[in-house]
C-alpha cells in the first residue's frame, strides 16, 4: 500500500528562483533561509520518497480570474512550467502520476469532494519552487508529481475546515491505493504576507510562530480559523496558509517534527520551512 511518510511547508517567494539562478545561497539575507533546506535533503536522502503530492495555490499561471476552480487536481504524465514574468528561470518538467492522481480524484469525488480535474496544468512558482528547493543542483526531478491546486485568490475563497477536510480526504486516499510507493506532501505558500494595499509589506512575526506550533501540535486550532481572522492576522496573501492546513489533514498517523525554522523577512513574507515525518499509527489504535 501507498505510505505517507512525511509533509514539507515551505514559503513561495518568486526572489528564491533568482537567489538559486544567482548563487546566493550563502549571502546572510538568504543563508538561513537555504539552510533550513539542509535536514530536508538529508531526510529525502534516507526516505527517498517515490512521489510528492505538491498542494499549493496557482497565482494565475494555470487558472485565472475568469474560471477559478476552488481545488483542482492534475492528473497528466508530464507537467511544464512556464514564465510568469517574475524574472526567473523556467524548471524543466515534471514527471506526474497520473494514475495515483486519478485514484485521487475518484476518491475525492465519491467523498463529496467535486474538485475540477485537469489533464493538462502548468505548474507555477509556489510549485517549481518548492521542489527545487528539496532538490537543488539541477539533476532529473527524482519523484514524480501530483499537483493539488486551492484558490487563494479570488473570493470566495474555501475555509479553512474546508481544505483540513480536503487534507484527510487526499490522505485517506493515498493511504488506500494499492501500490507500495512512498508519498511526501508538501504544502506551499505562507506565511503572513501582503503584497498590495495600505498593509503592504505587513508581516506578524508571532502569528506565524502561533501556527508553526499548531501545525505540529494541533492542526485543529487552525481549522477552526476563518478567512477574515487570517487575512487580519497573516495579511491577505497570508491565506496561503490554507495549503498548509490541508497538507496537515493528510496526515493520517501520529506526527512528529524533523526541523523547523522561521527567518523574516524572505521578499515581502514571513518565510518558514517546517518537516514532519508521518508514523503509521496501528489500526486498532486508530480506531479507538
Ligand atoms: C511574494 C510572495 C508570494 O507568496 C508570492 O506568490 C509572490 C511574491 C513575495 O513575498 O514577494
Ligand atoms: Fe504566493
Redesign the pocket.
Known amino acids: 500500500m501507498a505510505r505517507i511518510i512525511g509533509g514539507l511547508t515551505t514559503s513561495?517567494?518568486?526572489?528564491i528562483g533568482k537567489a538559486i539562478a544567482q548563487k546566493q545561497q550563502q549571502d546572510p539575507y538568504w543563508k538561513p533561509f537555504f539552510d533550513a533546506f539542509h535536514p530536508v535533503h538529508d531526510w529525502l536522502a534516507r526516505e527517498k520518497p517515490d512521489v510528492a503530492v505538491v498542494i499549493y495555490n496557482d497565482?494565475g499561471l494555470n487558472n485565472f480570474l475568469d474560471k477559478m476552480p476552488t481545488f483542482a487536481i492534475g492528473a497528466a504524465h508530464e507537467y511544464h512550467n512556464a514564465d510568469e514574468g517574475w524574472g526567473i528561470p523556467v524548471q524543466k518538467p515534471f514527471k506526474g502520476d497520473a494514475k495515483l492522481s486519478w485514484h485521487i480524484i475518484e476518491n475525492l469525488v465519491a467523498d463529496e469532494f467535486d474538485i475540477t480535474m485537469c489533464q493538462e496544468v502548468l505548474v507555477d512558482?509556489?510549485f517549481t519552487l518548492p521542489m527545487a528547493l528539496m532538490y537543488p543542483g539541477g539533476q532529473d526531478w527524482p519523484v514524480r508529481t501530483v499537483p493539488v491546486m486551492m484558490n487563494s485568490v479570488q473570493h470566495p475563497l474555501p475555509n479553512p475546515r474546508r481544505c483540513y477536510k480536503l487534507g484527510q480526504a487526499i490522505g485517506k486516499a493515498i493511504e488506500s491505493y494499492p501500490e507500495d510507493i512512498k508519498v511526501v506532501l508538501l504544502g506551499t505558500?505562507g506565511l503572513s504576507?501582503q503584497?498590495d494595499g495600505e498593509r503592504a509589506g505587513f508581516i506578524n512575526k508571532p502569528f506565524d510562530l502561533w501556527c508553526m506550533d499548531k501545525m505540529l501540535n494541533d492542526p485543529e486550532a487552525l481549522a477552526r480559523l476563518s478567512n477574515h481572522e487570517i487575512v487580519e492576522k497573516a495579511g491577505s496573501?497570508g491565506v496561503?496558509l490554507m495549503t498548509w492546513i490541508a497538507m496537515r489533514g493528510a496526515m493520517q498517523g501520529r506526527v512528529t517534527q524533523i526541523s523547523s525554522t522561521y527567518h523574516v523577512p524572505i521578499?515581502?513574507?514571513g518565510g518558514a520551512v517546517m518537516l514532519l515525518e508521518n508514523h503509521p499509527v496501528p489500526r486498532a489504535i486508530a480506531a479507538e
Open positions: 513561495h517567494v518568486p526572489s497565482h512558482h509556489a505558500g504576507h503584497l496573501q496561503e521578499s515581502n513574507t
